[in-house]
Every structure is written in structure tokens, then in C-alpha cells.
């Protein structure tokens, strides 16, 4: 099986600042992956080099078996990304935003609607497809961030710190939306700086300061010890 995202001895280095320092992993299709990390880890870093804001010459990195050095059109073709920050038009409602999205991927007429309908579908958004995007509380808002990131039927989801400012609730709710995105044979990798986001079945990486300390199942990594224990013995940051 062809891994969904796979990265090789990736380093890199703001001037004198090394930033990343010989990642290797992979996701697998079908895998909901935590990359694990406190703040100033590398998380975001990583996160430019796989959505090409950054390039680096010290390593490789494929999705969906496209190098995203020679590729990078077939390879970023098959990405869906959720930003850390929100990028959405809060005076267009949920439908245009979508919409508006799928035309920068060449979708266009019923093509657009229907994937449109259908990628809020999955997030159980369907019914708010008329609302302005203001009108929505902050977690349907990241919903449709998510519903806007698979219009155009990604092979890998990237999910940059997505609960960052939602209530206890809404974040238990998009990790376990997201969680179900991957059973549906998605490559999820999910950033975050928080344990209770990670399921025991979910592949782990922990990356701090630049380098992975572990990749595994989170269950094997915690060893039966409560993850934030193992967190913050590893890294010596609380999680």
C-alpha cells in the first residue's frame, strides 16, 4: 500500500536556526495521526514545508506517491488543508464559501454543488448550507473549514492546531468528526500541543524541537501510563 503522506530525513533551518532536524514518518491511508508537540516543537514549520510555503533540499517528501519536490502540482493537487488561523469569507454564506473554494479547483456548475453538499454532509453541515458564516459559532465554523478542505477528494488532511480557541464540547466533537474523515481511509495528520485530542488506537509522532522522539501507536508510546505523563517526561513541557 502506497502511504498517503511520507516524509524522508526532512531538516530544515531558518539561517543559523534549525528548525527540523531529519524527520521521517509516514501516514498511511486510513490512519488519523497526532503530531504531538509544544509549542516552538517544528509543528508549523513542518506544516510549511508540506503545503510548499517553504522548500528544502535536505530530505523528501511524497503524498499520495507524488514527490512534492518533482510533483508539486499532482502532489499539493492531492492535499486538503485546515489552517491553523480561520480563512473564511464571513459574509458569504457556508454554501458560497464552498462553492468559492471548489472554483479555484476547476469545479465549476452541478460538479461544484454536489461536492459541495456532500463534503458538508459529512460533517453533519448540511443543513446550514444557507447561513452566513458569521452567524455560525466557532466550532460549525471549523466544520466547514473541514467540509471546504475535501471538495476536491484529498488523499491527505491537514489539520494545523484546529481546536485552538473552541470549548471543551466542540473540540471533542471536530477531533471525533475528523477521527471518523480517517476511518473513511483518509491520511489525517492532526497538530496539536494537547494529549486528551489522542486516541490510544492513533499513530503518534512527537516531535520536539525539531526532532521526532517517538512514532508509534499512542497506546504503545504510553505504555499504559496517562500520555501527558509520557509527554511531559520526554519533553519536559506540560500538556
Not at 509544544?38 to 522548500?55: E, H, I, M
Not at 458538508?120 to 459559532?137: H, I, K, P, T
Not at 495528520?189 to 492513533?202: Q, S
Request: charged letters at 20%.
Amino acid at each position: 500500500m502506497t502511504a498517503g503522506l511520507s516524509l524522508q530525513t526532512v531538516s530544515y533551518a531558518f539561517g543559523a536556526k534549525q528548525a527540523l532536524r531529519d524527520v521521517s514518518f509516514a501516514v498511511e491511508p486510513g490512519t488519523f495521526c497526532a503530531l504531538l508537540g509544544p509549542n516552538g516543537a517544528g509543528k508549523s514549520t513542518l506544516f510549511g514545508l508540506l503545503t510548499r510555503l517553504f522548500t528544502t533540499g535536505q530530505g523528501s517528501i511524497t503524498v499520495a506517491g507524488h514527490d512534492l519536490a518533482r510533483q508539486p502540482r499532482a502532489a499539493l493537487a492531492r492535499i486538503g488543508v485546515v489552517f491553523q488561523q480561520p480563512t473564511l469569507d464571513l459574509d458569504l454564506t457556508v454554501r458560497r464559501n464552498l462553492l468559492y473554494f471548489a472554483a479555484l479547483h476547476g469545479l465549476a456548475g452541478r460538479e461544484a454543488e454536489t461536492r459541495s453538499m456532500a463534503a458538508l454532509d459529512r460533517l453533519g453541515m448540511a443543513e446550514r448550507a444557507g447561513e452566513l458564516a458569521r452567524n455560525l459559532n466557532g466550532g460549525h465554523r471549523r466544520r466547514m473549514e473541514i467540509a471546504r478542505a475535501l471538495i476536491h477528494r484529498p488523499a491527505v488532511l491537514l489539520l494545523d492546531e484546529p481546536t485552538v480557541g473552541l470549548d471543551a464540547a466542540a473540540r471533542f466533537a471536530i477531533t471525533d468528526h475528523v477521527h471518523g474523515l480517517a476511518a473513511s481511509g483518509l491520511s489525517v495528520l492532526w497538530a496539536t500541543h494537547l494529549t486528551d485530542e489522542v486516541r490510544p488506537a492513533d499513530q503518534l509522532v512527537i516531535l520536539h524541537r525539531g526532532r521526532v522522539l517517538a512514532n508509534g501507536t499512542a497506546a504503545d508510546i504510553s505504555a499504559g501510563k496517562p500520555l501527558s505523563d509520557v509527554f511531559l517526561a520526554k519533553t519536559g513541557t506540560p500538556a
